[in-house]
């Protein structure tokens, strides 16, 4: 069984680092494509960030240059570092395994229960 | 703002038809890029309801269904009832900003 569970969020100031973990299991992360998608309080969802099984990796540009996708092959780990947070980077961050069947399709098959990141002094 | 724009609510009665409609541009579901769609009850984490336009995940009734066409995509749910009440998402990719687009989301409500 597909599973996706996240750890690390909590109170962060504005500027200040945290690096949310998602432990995957059923499945390897390094033989898919892995995102981190957030949803601020009351809104949207919001793609963040996508690694991909070889290796390339691409970013929101809400985000470029302040976050920083990653994974750990041996602990079958997705990793989400941030720095320099600011109020507006305050949500649900969800990981999600991505499913793709042609280079026209990418959608989210599998969703962990989220962890929530609070920016705020 | 989001790059997919979705009603913000739609409603019916038990029993009723509803759509969502999803509209995009000439870079997402124009440029060929498939829709898919996800449910959100409050409190949870968003859950696939539709891929790839009109496929069901196992699990998934055949109350729901989708179409695509051009730049934009629907959702249509028949046979409303009380437990479909919730948010609905469509997702695509875009070739511009070279990542996954979320629409902006739409409430469901059974009067």
Not at chain 2, 29 to 55: M, R, S
């Amino acid at each position: 069984e597909v599973q996706l569970v996240e750890s690390g969020g909590g109170l962060v100031q504005p500027g200040g680092s945290l690096r949310l973990s998602c432990a995957a299991s059923g499945f390897t992360v390094n033989s898919h494509y892995m995102s981190w998608v957030r949803q601020a309080p009351g809104k949207g969802l919001e793609w963040v960030s996508v690694i991909h099984h070889d290796g390339n990796i691409f970013y929101a540009d809400s985000v470029k240059g302040r976050f920083t996708i990653s994974r750990d092959n041996s602990k079958n780990t997705l990793y989400l570092q941030m720095h320099s947070v600011r109020d507006e980077d305050t949500a649900m961050y969800y990981c999600a395994r991505v499913s793709y069947i042609s280079s026209w399709s990418y959608y989210f098959d599998y969703w962990g229960q989220g962890t929530l990141l609070t920016v705020s002094s | 703002q989001s790059v997919l724009t979705q009603p913000p609510s739609v409603s019916g009665a038990p029993g009723q038809r509803v759509t969502i409609s999803c509209t995009g541009s000439s870079s997402n579901i124009g440029a060929g890029y498939e829709v898919h769609w996800y449910q959100q009850f409050p409190g949870t984490a968003p859950k696939l309801l539709i891929f790839d336009n009109n496929n069901r995940p196992s699990g998934v009734p055949d109350r729901f269904s989708g179409s695509r066409s051009a730049t934009s995509a629907s959702l249509a749910i028949s046979g409303l009832r009380a437990e479909d009440e919730a948010d609905y998402y469509c997702q695509s990719y875009d070739t511009n900003l070279i990542g996954y687009v979320f629409g902006s989301g739409t409430k469901v409500t059974v009067l």
